[in-house]
């Protein structure tokens, strides 16, 4: 018996899949407890002992977590400080040319690093890697003894050009170690070598300022996990969509960033090549936001331009998720022009929606999908107190019903639809600006929300289908268990391609190469294939953005470069330019290590099916949809039977998510138990 768990703690709770695999037999187990904040490893062994099962039992924890993106958006962070180039302590705070506030360029920002504890020291490289001034050794000893001893915990050492010379950093890293009293030193080079010292900083200093919170935090779980015998394996997942050993996750801290969200995204690709598609919109809606991103090819788009927070971009490679801030929580109300507006802020979950009996007293978008027979409210999750339905009417009819002059279910309709709106918007960032037409994929829903919007986006946007899987409200957990072991590696180039010296191309290459291998490697007992994937950054002198450009090999040639960069150019946005010079900014190498597959059909629970799809009814109410309301058979998900067809307007609940077929659409349960709504 192999026992495997995919573990993702959220902001409310902590989810699990348990996989127990015996020769070809695989059964699953579930498992959701609430999240303990004060410490997520208690509620990580929570929710193992509440599958059934201890910690000793187990081969294998692939763990998702939040809590480095959360301390960074809540500054929860370490105390750290900063030794750079003589003149350059500010940049941090200097950034770009925007501002907070885009109108008046107003506005304050506070850099992870306060200014006291930014020091400098006279060195200097230029943009060739040359050495303008020496290193001051005698300084950097001086200064970090000082940080030290003002109560800095972690210290970033990051130098003007340490991209093309790593010598002064490599050099002030050595003196540092000496004298710093742990071992959170982070050196802007080893963690991003790329060109822009803006970027390289924010994104050096985002790992110092999470490094020892995500230390403690998993050194606790792997304590308190050998406390109750196990010791076996644990791998953590990176904002990138793979997973890195525990024991080496936090000397690159920053990379976890965006761990929750790209572990959904993981877990679609999973599905859509279980159930022979290549190509998806992700969309994710959960209580607060709604996360969206673009597979293509069956593979997930991956950016290393993320910016979590206003002045900290993160230059590290993470899956692209938008977010925008539209969920379940998402508040309604009349502005001072008289105009309805839901969100930007939201109930949470404490006190939540009006219909969770937690306090809460404004409208939401889940208060309006109750008001409206989407959600039942004898199912809903998380509920401490019973409030009536007339007490959510009357709290629309006040708040927005009549000063928008409206009936409730119109108000409440239109709360659906101007959410319907902020999450589209988001669709089109992540397809039609990057020249990908909606209509060329399925949507893909999923989160304890998304399901309920999504045929009704998926109709907006002309996208032909919609996919929900077996298990929505648990396809984080499921992403920990089927996402590979994935390293990245970066270096700039930044010339023009036709003064590049091939040579060094190469070099670079196979060095990216070889050090990711190394990595993947240490854990090849859980490997079944490994695939290496080259690439390079490249854009038009002059340009600032950049274009991601697959190269095939390490022995790619210049004219295969020009080629292929000319190409990506193209279909992004239908225009040639051959009288400007290309500049290869960025060599890039991914090396990723497959995973053994996880068999989907292994989460549907074959006891639970009903004879036909009559036998899955479990009751009938009206639906508002399209302007009115209509009689709608609901159905429980679990009973549905395989090759089942729904035709709208109908309800599917599950224990995780609650799906709404609209009008005219038709649902049909897969092989491998998804719903495939035809739009």
Known sequence: ???????????????????EQ????????????????????????????????????????????????????????????????????????????????????????????????????????????????????????????????????????????????????????????????????????????????????TTASVNAAVQPILDRYVQRLQADLSAKGFSRDLLVMNGNGGTVPATLVAREAAKTVMSGPASGVMAAAATLAQSGLTNAITYDMGGTSTDVALIHGGVPEVSAELTIDYGLPIHLPMVDVRTVGAGGGSIASVNAAGMLQVGPHSAGSEPGPICYGRGGTRPTITDANLILGRLDPDRLTAVQGKVSLADIRSVFERDLAQPLGMSVEEAAAAVIRLGNVHMSGAIRMVSLSRGYDPRDFVLFAFGGAGPLHAVALARELGIPEVLVPARPGLTNALGCLVADLRQDRVNTVNRPLDQVDMGEVKRLMTAQRDSALAVVEEEKAEIEETLVIHGADMQFRGQTHLIRVPLASPDVTREEIQAAFEAAYFHRFQVRLPEIRAVLVNLVTSVIGRRRAFPLSALLDPAARAADVAGAVIGERQVHADGRWWDAKVYSRDALPIGAVVTGPAVIQQIDATTVIEPGAVATVDAIGNLRVKV
């Open 1 to 19: 018996m192999r026992r495997v768990a995919g573990i993702d703690v959220g902001g409310t709770f902590t989810d699990l899949l348990l996989t």
């Open 22 to 201: 015996e020769g070809t037999s695989v059964t699953v187990k579930l498992a959701k407890v609430p999240t303990s904040i004060a410490n997520q490893a208690v509620g990580v062994v929570k929710a193992i002992e509440a599958a059934g099962v201890g910690p000793a039992d187990l081969d294998l924890i692939i763990h998702g977590t939040t809590a480095t993106t959360n301390a960074v958006l809540e500054r929860k962070v370490a105390k750290v400080g900063l030794i750079t180039t003589e003149g350059f302590r500010d940049i941090l705070e200097l950034g770009r040319r925007t501002r907070p506030r885009a109108y008046g360029m107003t506005g304050t920002f506070e850099p992870l690093i306060e200014r006291p504890f930014r020091r400098e020291v006279a060195e200097r490289m230029n943009a060739l890697g040359e050495v303008v001034t020496p290193l001051d050794e005698a300084a950097v000893r001086r200064e970090a003894e000082a940080l030290a001893a003002a109560g800095c915990e972690a210290i970033v050492v990051h130098f003007l050009h340490s991209y093309a010379n790593p010598e002064h950093e490599l050099r002030a890293g050595e003196i540092v170690r000496s004298v710093w009293p742990n071992g959170y030193v982070t050196l802007g080079h080893e963690l991003l070598s790329e060109y822009r010292e803006y970027e390289r900083g």
